[in-house]
């Protein structure tokens, strides 16, 4: 599985590090951000009134068998 032009394998490859790459709870965000109450209390407030739908595993690309895009 290739990686933008380099292979997956490649130590040298663009990638995020960590583990925290993920969308986070109101919960979590409040801990990470407690200095900042308000800011974690309008945010909810937006978020509580926007009408979202996140459709994961689409779309799904097939990838060639020489490995190019």
């Given at each position: ?37 308000v800011a974690c209390d309008n945010t909810l407030w937006i978020a509580e009134r926007a009408n979202v739908e ?16």
């Amino acid at each position: 599985m290739r990686s933008n032009r380099f292979l997956i394998s490649d130590p040298n490859r663009f990638k995020f590090h960590g583990d925290q790459h993920y969308l986070k709870t109101a919960a979590e965000m409040r801990y990470l951000f407690n200095s900042v109450e308000v800011a974690c209390d309008n945010t909810l407030w937006i978020a509580e009134r926007a009408n979202v739908e996140i459709e994961f595993g689409k779309p799904y690309f097939q990838i060639s068998t020489s490995g190019s895009i």
